[in-house]
């Protein structure tokens, strides 16, 4: 009589072992994944998550010789999350981008990013402005700047966008 263990054997004599290797996403392939195209948006979402107005006449002070970043002040979470997010130790989970837009188009698409952050429970998203030196790219760091649940930003590496991206750091407590 023969066993299980043998019939099985027998069943599978031609096949060969399957090597297990470890399967690394490059960046470009982890972009595609997170990004949400903006159409999914509805116009009423849009709206709902843009009840947070941004002002055109606000304008913070960024040091022109640095990395392009914000800090909340008197925030320690704030502090050392800007900081991960420098060494790039926080991947972003949500991108937006921003090309093509102009000012009035990109307001409602940054509020309803930030919303949809909240609502996941995103720590972290990619705002990609662009890097030519446009408004968006001026414009962007002031709106962020002034949601209250922004805990702050800093400029994105290179596999995120670099000069022509940010990576928000969202305060997902409350």
Not at 66 to 94: C, D, H, W, Y
Not at 133 to 161: C, T
Request: aromatic share 8%.
């Amino acid at each position: 009589m023969h066993s299980d263990e043998d019939e099985f054997k027998k069943l599978f004599a031609d096949a060969k072992p399957v090597k297990h290797d470890t399967f690394v996403q490059s960046a470009k392939e982890k972009r595609a994944l997170k990004r949400k195209p903006a159409a999914i948006y509805t116009h009423r979402e849009k709206q709902r998550a843009a009840s947070f107005e941004f002002s055109d006449g606000f304008e913070a002070h960024f040091d022109a010789n640095k990395a392009l970043k914000f800090v909340r002040e008197n925030n320690q979470t704030a502090s050392q999350g800007v900081k991960r997010l420098r060494r790039g130790e926080i991947v972003p989970e949500l991108v937006l981008d921003l090309h093509g837009l102009n000012r009035a188009q990109a307001k409602p698409e940054l509020a309803a990013a930030i919303d949809e952050a909240l609502n996941k429970h995103y720590e972290c998203i990619n705002i990609i402005h662009g890097v030519s030196g446009g408004v968006l790219k001026q414009q962007v760091p002031n709106y962020l700047v002034q949601h209250p649940r922004v805990l702050g930003f800093h400029q994105a590496p290179l596999e995120w966008g670099g000069n022509g991206a940010l990576l928000v750091l969202i305060d997902t407590q409350i």
